[in-house]
């Protein structure tokens, strides 16, 4: 997980911010071409870091995010805007593109291991944790059937009999999946790639008619 962290949060995390604001018409064409992220792709993620909340800078604050009752009710979503944040518990808009580039690249291993560590910030995860994960994720079960899928979860995971599931116990179980539907899991794309390409080359087409 230190190579996902240390990749969307560089020493040039913030270097847009230096250059532009969001008030500035060049704000989404620098993040493209500072982080590599097409155009199209930062305009999406912009209009969906709006609704998650930031300021008229760019900046999603640490009190946002303890506030918006999306996140407050959910461990899972905490955890990935943890990674986010900076020292003082800031969240960038160019941190935030730079970790939807980095799932939409990375290798399935990679990712099956970054997901763990999103879970419980990478420690083992003990059957009760693994319970109030899949009652998030199957809310409409029922309790019985939760328990029920926890323990199957721990049987065919815990390959060591251990009363816990690690990182690698993880990855190894993930392995065991038919291929094409984890691969379907794993996927991540913000745009559908051919949408991308021709909204990119249109997109490109209007800056160069702007600059002449």
Not at 11 to 19: C, M, P, R, W, Y
Not at 21 to 26: A, F, I, L, Q, Y
Not at 170 to 199: C, D, Y
């Amino acid at each position: 997980m230190g190579a996902f962290v240390s990749d969307i949060q560089g020493d040039k995390s913030t270097i847009v911010e230096e250059l532009t604001s969001p008030s500035k018409g060049d704000w989404i064409t620098l993040h493209s071409e500072i982080t590599g992220v097409t155009m199209v792709e930062v305009e999406r993620l912009w209009l969906r870091f709006q609704q998650m909340g930031c300021d008229e800078n760019g900046i999603l604050s640490e009190e946002t995010v303890k506030n918006n009752p999306k996140f407050k009710d959910d461990v899972f979503v905490r955890n990935v805007l943890v990674k986010f944040a900076d020292q003082k518990g800031d969240i960038h808009f160019q941190t935030f593109l730079n970790a939807m580039e980095w799932f939409e690249e990375s290798d399935i291993e990679t990712k099956l291991k970054a997901t763990f560590s999103l879970f419980n910030n990478g420690n083992p995860i003990y059957p009760e944790m693994l319970e109030r994960i899949i009652k998030r994720v199957y809310s409409e079960d029922s309790e019985a059937s939760h328990k029920r899928l926890t323990q199957v979860f721990m049987k065919y995971i815990d390959d060591k009999n251990q009363g816990f599931i690690d990182q690698d116990m993880f990855v190894r179980w993930a392995a065991t999946l038919p291929k094409e539907s984890l691969e379907q899991v794993m996927h991540f794309s913000v745009v559908p790639p051919e949408i991308n390409g021709e909204a990119q080359k249109a997109f490109e087409g209007r800056s160069r008619l702007a600059k002449n």
